[in-house]
């Protein structure tokens, strides 16, 4: 069995009574999960690190409407030694301190994110059986799998099998949108449904409708609609269409009008303020933990959060056969007094890194077999940076700084599979072919220290000449989205830092994310399409200059972090089940994104 041994000391100087379950965290996992046990009629307790924030006054005025304090000077997350992590791109490297930037307090990083809430595409759920061993079953692609130690299995479970519950938390917290593909029967028949292709609506008819005609069949349609198309969305709506691609506006989890959800929360619509992604919702339109769960959940006496609990280790008691059972959490308060909370059953719901550094600080590796491998922290996933695309018009004004990030439409073309052609006939023959793809997207919130750093590589980054670029192009500056989806590789790990410890002398979190040849040409490829779509913007719009990178930079953590905890069919490969339950501890549930075998290019 794995030699892995738990966190000795830190003995607890308080024990507290039983709770039936204990939830780590509130953000995007914590919430639902806990709202649906509460409807069930467990006692719930969550254990928060941070503060409780509330959405008034906390995320209003001079709060919040600071680019300079919260985007740079972060003020919404942790700082210094109080909880960072380490970071490499290589296995022989020793890794480095780098800031943890997401939100710590009640709601997480849900937040300060940006608001985007997507489906996954049926064969995001099968990447292996679907892509690999059936699409491209003719192709000899051991360049990109196994020379490079990619670990690629599909999900244990199916999009239909999940379909009824993206719905039901579509309509819970609000995620508005147009949909692409709708059932017309009930069924999810591809066949059968509904094709919404902005391609053959009128001009400037796409702004109201068209969706996403790649998107997997849905049986109804968005709660309400998305945001409104912008300056930007327009630009990039008209030169999508140009060149013969759809284009749709994202779903989009902020409500547009006043809302009432079904758990009976009433929500304002959204103000088209530019502080939302990074930023607390001032006025709650923005869905999340605060805005969408709280209020709801905070009337039920059988649930309760209990705030600057900062969770350290799980304890466990043998259970045979090599499982065990967990008994209790220990977390130090806000005094820095070590306090044991034992439950009957235990729910990880912290951001992935701090979910896998809890288990290994509690030497639970996720191992049922006879050797000492530590399957937690494994196929740890993230965005791959280096594929960017910016243009600044010569005399187009967008004035991208009036509103939310997530104003933007999105184009699908090049995600996923949905190129598959162009890859075998253009991209195979020379050697660049990749699995996989990413979105296309046109954000807003094109704040003015965020475009400040983002000029041409002609422009000096002072001086006169700096100065008359802003002073022109801030008005006409339009950047890309351009989200790649990364394979999980055997390299790609999470684990505790042997030398590094935080505020209380806890070894914290160790990121090693080595860059892959199937992301050196997807980036390539993506970035160069980038610069295309902008250069062809430039023709329907009066001139302007592009410029972007298409090579990998890898990064220590994204707003898209995943795995270290992947859920599969069988002990020998995963660390859960399908229902986020341990193989090796039955009654601990690590869950949200630390989940994923696999990501998505959303």
Known sequence: MSRLLPLTGFEPSQILSPVEVLVVGTGAAAAPLAKELVDTGFQVVCLERGPFQRINPDFAGRNMFDELKIAYRRDMQPQGRDLYVTFRDDLKKKATPRPYRMRVGVGGSIEHWAGQSWRFYEEDFALRSQVIEDRYRDLDLSDLLKNEGASVQDWPLTYKEVEPFYEKIEYEVGVGGRPGVLSTNGTLDRSQARLFDSRKLGRGQDTEQGGNIFEAVRRKGYPFPPLRDNQIDITFRNTIREMGLSSFHVPTAITNETWTSELGVDRAGC????????????????????????????????????????????????????????????????????????????????????????????????????????????????????????????????????????????????????????????????????????????????????????????????????????????????????????????????????????????????????????????????????????????????????????????????????????????????????????????????????????????
């Open 271 to 602: 103000s088209y303020c530019v502080f939302c992604a990074g930023y607390g919702c001032w006025n709650g339109s923005k869905s999340s933990t605060l805005s969408a769960f709280l209020p709801y959940l905070e009337k039920k006496n059988n649930f309760s959060v209990r705030t600057f609990c900062d969770v350290f280790r799980v304890n466990t008691k043998d259970a045979g056969k090599g499982r065990k059972l967990a008994t209790s959490v220990d977390y130090f308060d806000a005094s820095g007094t070590v306090v044991r909370q034992p439950a009957r059953i235990v729910i990880l719901a912290a951001y992935p890194f701090q979910t896998t550094r809890i288990l290994l600080n509690s030497g639970i590796d996720g191992n049922l077999t006879e050797s000492d491998e530590v399957l937690v922290g494994k196929y740890f996933m993230n965005r791959q940076e280096g594929a960017t695309a910016n243009v600044a018009f010569d005399s187009h004004v967008l004035n991208g700084y009036s509103g939310p990030a997530v104003q933007r439409r999105g184009c699908e073309h090049f995600n996923g599979e949905n190129f598959s052609e162009i890859k075998l006939k253009e991209l195979l023959p020379k050697g660049q072919f990749f699995l996989r793809g990413a979105f296309i997207g046109s954000p807003s919130q094109w704040l003015p220290i965020l475009v400040s750093n983002m000029t041409p590589p002609n422009i000096p980054s002072w001086g006169t000449d700096y100065k008359e670029y802003l002073r022109k192009g801030f008005s006409r500056f339009m950047g890309l989205q351009l989200l790649v989806e990364p394979l999980p590789y055997e390299d790609k790990q999470l684990d505790l830092d042997p030398t590094h410890k935080d505020r209380h002398g806890i070894p914290i979190c160790r990121i090693t994310n080595p860059p892959h040849e199937n992301e050196r040409r997807m980036v390539q490829f993506i970035g160069q399409k980038g610069q295309e779509i902008l250069t062809q913007a430039t023709r329907l719009f009066g001139g302007g200059q592009v410029w972007g990178e298409s090579s990998v930079r890898m990064a220590h953590m994204m707003t898209h972090d995943t795995g270290g905890t992947r859920m599969g069919s069988s002990p020998d490969n995963s660390v859960t089940n399908r229902y986020g339950q341990m193989w090796q501890v039955p009654n601990l549930f690590p869950v949200g994104g630390s989940l994923f075998p696999s990501m998505s290019g959303h």
